[in-house]
């Protein structure tokens, strides 16, 4: 069964940093299509951060410069580190892995940015 199992959200500061986590599991080992998506109620969900299987990084504008996302292939683990978080960041961040043509997805995490 594939999973996408994120942690590390919660309440931080306008300007502080958190770092989120998505461990992928239930397929073989290998380098994968990832990202991190974010959604608040009544809007779209948008792309925050994705990492390709080669490894190239992509961000939308509102956090590059902010945002870090990486991976460990160890543990097939990818990560966002959020620095100098500003309260339009807060939302439910989603994992995303694109397997074989298809969107698989975690039940998110919430980020609070207040203070």
């Known amino acids: 069964q594939i999973q996408l199992v994120e942690s590390g959200g919660g309440l931080a500061q306008p300007g502080g940093s958190l770092r989120l986590s998505c461990a992928l599991s239930?397929?073989?080992?290998?380098?994968?299509?990832m990202g991190w998506y974010r959604q608040n109620p009544g809007k779209q969900r948008e792309l925050v951060a994705r990492?390709?299987?080669?490894?190239?990084?992509s961000y939308t504008n509102s956090v590059k410069g902010r945002f870090t996302i990486s991976r460990t292939n160890a543990d097939m683990t990818i990560y966002l580190q959020m620095n100098s978080l500003k309260p339009d960041d807060t939302a439910v961040y989603y994992c995303?892995?694109?397997?074989?043509?298809?969107?698989?997805w975690g039940r998110g995490t919430l980020v609070t940015v207040s203070s």
């Open positions: 990492i390709s299987a080669p490894g190239d990084t």
């Open positions: 995303n892995a694109i397997l074989w043509g298809q969107d698989y």
């Open positions: 239930g397929v073989r080992h290998g380098y994968y299509d």
